[in-house]
């Protein structure tokens, strides 16, 4: 067998049991047997079937996929050259479940049938709030998913009375203050009262022997695929006595927020911004520095903190994004997305025919009924084949709330699904717009 890869917007898969199903740019299948006249035979999904040979080539594409966890965050990023990223994993342990992030790659991987497997060759943990550190801890523990390498911002959660006491100890240096209970390594780890997550988190770790470091500003990630760069923006480091600290930026939350792993992929012509939780304090700095400003220059916006209102004018004018993708649910409410950043992504956009998502409005009527198939993923807890299976037929009712945006680097495909089954809505083919607002 060999690999291609759809380079048509969507073409019919006619299937050999007379059903179909539609594939879109990027989807990749398996050739069988000999191919003859204008058709093809293929596999997909573990299905035969035939498609047209101009329909497909062996260019692999770059595979975004902004996944519907609810009030969360988790995108899954598949490089031309298969490497795989997860940026955040939703919630989860804390709210005692399994996260969607986890039943994605079951679902998409085929986890739930005999001798599959998948490699995460990088998971990026943004910051360690329980919506996008929760479902990574189970993930983890899968069996049947390998974990190679975790980065993250540096800043661990305890367990501590007074909230501003939950992410370490902090000191006021020359009239300014700073988080200094910051950590690379498990190694470098203050390991007192950590948050029942985070000490999750880390028992999992090193039960599976996962490489963890923090990363910072100026940083370079190196999945092992020489076509994709991927830049580190923040959080940015300070010495200010000597050693790594954070700057304190007003309170708990704006601190651990503001502090999230900033990440910059670029694909030839093609840039793709993730940010996190960024918000206003953790931005102001990265606008401040030319370097750094300059490189949130970006095509494809993964929106900071769910679409809230903390941010500026001049966070979105110096991305100055073409499509922007919110990740954000309804429970619990805490109002995102909100209407003036709907209204000034879609304003600031260097494109006449800007997209923007919403993960929360893409899969809404989709959730009511997937309530059965969650107690069943919970009654198991495990990654046995049956837990898989259940965890894969819950995902099934999330589909059309995940994200799709592929490029070969020269092109962008969008699109989302309109059912639970294989029919789309598609944006394509989508030039890469150069920037229509002076670069901040």
């Known amino acids: 067998m060999a690999k291609r890869y759809v380079k048509v917007g969507k073409v019919k898969l006619q299937m050999d049991d007379g059903e179909s199903m539609q594939l879109i740019y990027g989807d990749e299948v398996d050739t069988v047997g000999n191919a003859s006249g204008d058709s093809a035979q293929v596999t997909y999904r573990g299905r035969t079937g035939s498609l047209p040979k101009a329909s497909i080539d062996t260019k692999a594409k770059l595979e975004c996929y902004f996944l519907d966890v609810g009030q969360g965050d988790a995108t899954l990023i598949v490089t031309p050259g298969r490497k795989k990223i997860l940026v955040d994993g939703g919630k989860g342990v804390a709210a005692g479940r399994i996260g969607e992030a986890e039943q994605a790659l079951v679902w998409k991987y085929r986890l739930d049938q005999p001798d599959t497997s998948v490699t995460i060759d990088l998971v990026v943990l943004t910051h360690a709030d329980e919506d996008h550190i929760g479902g990574l801890v189970n993930l983890i523990m899968n069996d049947k998913i390998v974990v190679k390498k975790v980065i993250h911002s540096g800043i661990a959660t305890y367990d501590r009375p007074k909230a501003d006491d939950q992410l370490g100890k902090r000191k006021k240096i020359d009239g300014t203050e700073y988080l200094t209970t910051v950590h690379s390594t498990l190694s470098e780890l203050d390991r007192t009262n950590m948050s029942q997550v985070f000490a999750a988190w880390i028992a999992v770790l090193e039960l599976e022997g996962v490489d963890y470091e923090s990363v910072e500003a100026g940083g370079v990630v190196d999945v092992g695929d020489p076509d994709i760069l991927i830049e580190v923006l923040a959080p940015i480091v300070e010495q200010p006595a000597g050693a790594d600290a954070l700057r304190w930026l007003k309170g708990k939350s704006h601190t651990i927020n503001g502090h999230s792993v900033v990440l910059r992929l670029t694909y030839d012509d093609v840039r793709v911004l993730l940010t996190g939780d960024v918000n206003i304090e953790g931005a102001e700095p990265l606008l401040a520095d030319p370097a750094l400003a300059a490189k949130l220059d970006a095509h494809i916006l993964k929106a900071p903190h769910h679409g809230s209102h903390e941010f500026t004018p ?63 993923v919970d009654l198991h807890g495990d990654s046995t084949r049956a837990d898989n299976r259940a965890k894969r037929e819950l995902f099934m009712k999330l589909l059309p709330g995940i994200i799709n945006v592929r490029t070969d680097g020269h092109q962008i495909h969008a699109a989302t699904r309109v059912a639970t089954g294989y029919w789309w809505v598609t944006f394509f083919p989508i030039e890469p717009a150069p920037r229509n607002l002076p670069p901040p």
């Open 314 to 376: 001049e966070f979105i004018d110096a991305v100055n994004p073409q499509i922007t993708t919110i990740s954000s649910g309804e429970i619990p409410d805490h109002g995102h997305p909100r209407a003036n950043f709907l209204g000034i992504v879609g304003q600031r956009s260097r494109s006449d025919s800007p997209l923007l998502y919403s993960t929360a409005l893409s899969a809404v009527f989709s959730k009511a009924e997937s309530t059965e198939h969650q107690e069943a």
